[in-house]
T-cell receptor, first 115, second 114 residues
Framework: NAGVMQNPRHLVRRRGQEARLRCSPMKGHSHVYWYRQLPEEGLKFMVYLQKENIIDESGMPKERFSAEFPKEGPSILRIQQVVRGDSAAYFC?????????????FGEGSRLTVL | KQEVTQIPAALSVPEGENLVLNCSFTDSAIYNLQWFRQDPGKGLTSLLLIQSSQREQTSGRLNASLDKSSGRSTLYIAASQPGDSATYLCAVTAGGTSYGKLTFGQGTILTVHP
């Protein structure tokens, strides 16, 4: 049973370009969460999605950021018109349908560098 | 607003020592508390999860305790090894929800030298 898969692991973009980060949850998991780890800062919650629904996006910046988790395929975190401050590690986590324990399983992260 | 603080920020110990990492949180209305390990350039590995109704959890050389009323948790590592070197993160989930909206501490960077 593969773990949470994220790609790309490393992404370099120039200011103004778009970044797309993908996350495939563990098999049987239908809840996906995105977290961001800025340099020298702790991990911060961004968004929580279930299949085809955004449940909580309270941690997502209001502009340029969007997330989706379609019926088929991975969850995607999209950052439009990237700026240097977007450089960070973006982690995806998943949990089972009945996440009564609240335990999350994290991917290895996607490290975005904006030049 | 929940805030999680971890002390110390960094710790360096010789191999074989027993050590304690501390975590405190400002809002005691939590659903659970998790300890994670993060290796450089890697993702997070869940070490222990303590539900709000529990006092402690053990896994191998690791023991985590939770005192919800005082807003504290400790992670005890027995007989430390160089392979334990990593950043240890504490995170809490808000009460009233079972989904994974975690609030993380800044972490403790542990170095165990031979």
């Amino acid at each position: 049973n593969a773990g949470v898969m994220q790609n790309p692991r490393h992404l370099v973009r120039r200011r103004g370009q778009e970044a797309r980060l993908r996350c495939s949850p563990m098999k049987g998991h239908s809840h996906v969460y995105w977290y961001r780890q800025l340099p020298e800062e702790g991990l911060k919650f961004m968004v929580y999605l279930q299949k085809e629904n955004i449940i909580d996006e309270s941690g997502m910046p209001k502009e340029r950021f969007s997330a989706e988790f379609p019926k088929e395929g991975p969850s995607i975190l999209r950052i439009q018109q990237v700026v240097r401050g977007d450089s960070a590690a973006y982690f995806c986590a998943s949990s089972p349908v009945a996440a009564n324990t609240g335990e999350l399983f994290f991917g290895e992260g996607s490290r975005l560098t904006v030049l | 607003k929940q805030e999680v603080t971890q002390i110390p920020a960094a710790l360096s110990v010789p191999e074989g020592e027993n050590l304690v990492l501390n975590c405190s949180f400002t809002d005691s209305a939590i659903y659970n508390l998790q300890w994670f390990r993060q290796d450089p350039g890697k993702g997070l590995t869940s070490l222990l999860l303590i539900q709000s109704s529990q006092r402690e959890q053990t896994s191998g050389r690791l023991n985590a305790s939770l005192d919800k009323s005082s807003g504290r948790s400790t992670l005890y590592i027995a007989a430390s090894q160089p392979g334990d070197s990593a950043t240890y993160l504490c995170a809490v989930t808000a009460g009233g929800t079972s989904y994974g909206k975690l609030t993380f501490g800044q972490g403790t960077i542990l170095t165990v030298h031979p």
